[in-house]
């Protein structure tokens, strides 16, 4: 029963639940750590279930009145499916190497991209002033952010000797060590996390939402079910995106233990790194956030690409 | 208490609705986020879009201008929501109970679930409110 099987990782293990949860309590890592941030005690480990619950299941869903009701309510599906997707590929693929296929990396990076399209839309369909502003910034974002990311994600290729399949990094990542160990490694890592930053809409690079000019942005006129599944789909996002770090630099995630304990602790400081520079930076304006990205930043991850194509 | 009410109290957004305060109140609504008092402690955060919100937050004499704002605004919220009507003002239209432009008070135009007087109300005040509050939400159960 293969339909089962593929059933059970897309919804189970490690596809949806599985990740959501992880999501879920990454995201109260965020909040909780914010809060230290600021001297605050922040709220208990729980907080984020309960909201997404909530909207989930106890709170009235508002559709506008002239909106095209498959887009508005079928965009934050398609989010999730997509989070979902990416996440059972990267850790089905980290425990059988050989489970993927030719170019699965192209179609994460792809899927990657999906979730940020889905809000869009939503968004311009919803029919709201601030709800397009927001999502007009969310483009400019994604424009600004996807070349320099595609660079660094070249530099594993490059180095793996042109390897376009995520398990055969893993496998010469674990023959020949760590991607991270060499100059371009370390430089498009930066470049990397600054792009997943953006990716996940955290300050410097959150004005698509901005709460303090344009009231939530792109999520202006969600509301209940709709709202959760979007809050939902950025968790999931939470988690994949440092685990296709880990899976790029740091070799994958292993099921031994000395292995998953250093995974565990490479993700939570990934996690914390990004939640310090959302804390430690104010909103930047969305032209510079386009000059940063494909000035200095697609720079060096274009320094990092040749350093790499040179074997350093 | 149902798992409902446990979790309807646990997370509490709230949208914050000026109808023509004096900022006084807007500005103790901000202490309440500070370490000091620290209300995301207990699941409560500010929103910025009325239809992610579980409470309208009104502060304000409510003037004649913003009542068919405030009505229009009650009716965006998603249910079950609840209405706080914050200070002097917004409890009865305070000092302003006879200007020319305040209208009526704000549970003439919307029903209020609570009240918390002061001018401003200090952030204890709010805190002791809203466990008014979520004690009123679990007793809605028992009923």
Known sequence: ?312 | MGLKEKILTKSLYVFHLSSGSCNNCDIEILDCLTPRYDLERFGIVLVGSVKHADALLCTGSTNRLCVPRIKKLYEMMPKPGFVIAWGACGSSRGVFKDSYNTGSPLDEIIPVDLYIPGCPPKPEAVIAGVKKLLDKVNAVKKK
């Open chain 1, 1 to 312: 029963m293969k339909i089962f099987e593929y059933l059970f990782m897309f919804l189970v293990f490690p596809g949806f639940i599985f990740s959501s949860t992880i999501g879920l309590l990454a995201g109260w890592v965020d909040r909780k750590l914010t809060a230290r941030v600021q001297w605050r005690v922040g709220p208990p480990w729980y907080q984020n279930f309960v909201d997404v619950i909530k909207l989930l299941f106890y709170k009235e869903t508002l559709i506008p009145v002239n909106v095209s009701k498959p887009i508005f309510l079928g965009m934050p599906l398609l989010s999730l499916a997509s989070a979902t997707i990416v996440s059972t590929i990267l850790l089905v693929i980290s425990r059988f190497p050989q489970a993927g296929f030719l170019g699965d990396l192209i179609v994460v990076i792809y899927l990657l991209m999906i979730p940020a399209i889905a809000l869009m839309l939503g968004a311009f369909a919803s029919e709201n002033p601030l709800a397009s502003l927001g999502a007009s910034r969310e483009m400019k974002l994604m424009l600004a952010y996807e070349l320099p990311f595609i660079i660094s994600v070249l530099v594993p290729v490059i180095k793996c000797g042109y390897a376009i399949k995520v398990g055969d990094i893993i496998t010469y990542q674990s023959l020949h060590g760590h991607i991270i160990a060499g100059a371009s490694g370390v430089i498009s890592f930066i470049v990397m996390l600054l792009c997943v930053q953006a990716k996940l809409g955290f300050a410097p690079f959150d004005m698509p939402e901005a709460e303090t000019e344009i009231m939530a942005g792109s999520y202006i006129e969600y509301s209940g079910k709709a709202l959760g599944v979007f809050k939902l789909s950025k968790a999931i996002l939470l988690f994949v995106l440092p685990v296709l770090m880990i899976i790029l630099y740091f070799g994958g995630i292993g099921f031994d233990v000395e292995t998953f304990i250093k995974n565990v602790a490479g993700y939570l400081a990934i996690l914390a790194a990004i939640v310090v520079i959302k804390n430690t930076n104010p909103r930047v304006r969305i032209d510079q956030a386009v000059r940063f990205f494909w000035g200095p930043v697609t720079a060096l991850a274009i320094i990092s690409a040749v350093l790499a194509y040179f074997g350093y």
